[in-house]
């Protein structure tokens, strides 16, 4: 079955670490995305790629960092200059506007 | 600028009574709506979507939403709920020409027995 695999599921971070989460798709969707999700705050935009080698900041791209070298994956990278990292972290993929987006499972990212 | 508002942070409803989830948004232009449904520790599910055509949409497990362009509002409904409908319900929004996607900040519902 074709879908989204983000790994771990749970990751914890020691002060001055940087971290990766994995996200890889077999979807062969060209755009994935990068979303934060805190408690009653709905989900907000990290990073967004539509295309191999190329990225786009979101909304809240401070603290984070992103590549994409090949189409099934898109690692989010986060620093030790993200103070608050404590999240849900969601990747999501594309196929072509305006059709919806798939959700991976997701990575919960806590502080040691 | 593009925004989407989920006015009810939680939604207490008796299984098998009828629920309505409010979503607005806004927006100047042409929009793509989206109801996403999301278990706990668990990715978003697509449970249905607007992209143009009949303004009543169906979606999976027996939810419909109908998009409503005079008052920039995107409702789910169900007719009966069940306690598996328990979990948090995300709308959103996606305008013409761009690449990004706005979500409500979300719904939680929780359907006692």
């Known amino acids: 079955d074709g879908g989204i695999t983000q790994s771990p599921k749970y990751l914890f971070r020691k002060e001055g670490q940087n971290v990766t989460l994995s996200c890889e798709q077999n979807?062969?969707?060209?755009?994935m995305y990068w979303y934060r999700q805190d408690p009653g705050q709905g989900l907000r935009l990290i990073y967004y790629s539509q295309i191999v080698n190329d990225f786009q900041k979101g909304d809240i791209a401070e603290g984070y960092s992103v590549s994409r070298e090949k189409k099934e994956s898109f690692p989010l990278t986060v620093t030790s200059a993200q103070k608050n990292p404590t999240a849900f972290y969601l990747c999501?993929?594309?196929?072509?506007?305006?059709?919806?987006?798939?959700f991976g499972d997701g990575t919960r990212l806590s502080i040691l | 600028a593009q925004s989407v508002t989920q006015l009810d942070s939680q939604v207490p409803v008796f299984e098998e009574a009828p629920v309505e989830l409010r979503c607005n948004y806004s927006?100047?232009?042409?929009?793509?709506l989206f109801w996403y449904v999301q278990y706990p520790n668990q990715g978003l599910q697509l449970l249905l979507k607007?992209?143009?055509?009949?303004?009543l949409v169906k979606g999976i497990n027996g939810f419909e939403a109908e998009f409503n362009k005079s008052q920039t509002s995107f409702h789910l409904r169900k007719p009966s709920v069940h306690i598996s409908d328990t979990a948090e319900y995300f709308c959103?929004?996606?305008?013409?020409?761009?690449?990004?996607?706005?979500f409500g900040t979300g719904t939680r519902l929780k359907v006692l027995a």
């Open positions: 979807l062969n969707h060209d755009a």
């Open positions: 927006s100047s232009v042409s929009v793509y």
């Open positions: 607007y992209l143009s055509g009949s303004t």
């Open positions: 999501a993929s594309r196929e072509a506007v305006p059709m919806p987006q798939h």
């Open positions: 959103a929004v996606s305008e013409a020409g761009t690449y990004k996607y706005i």
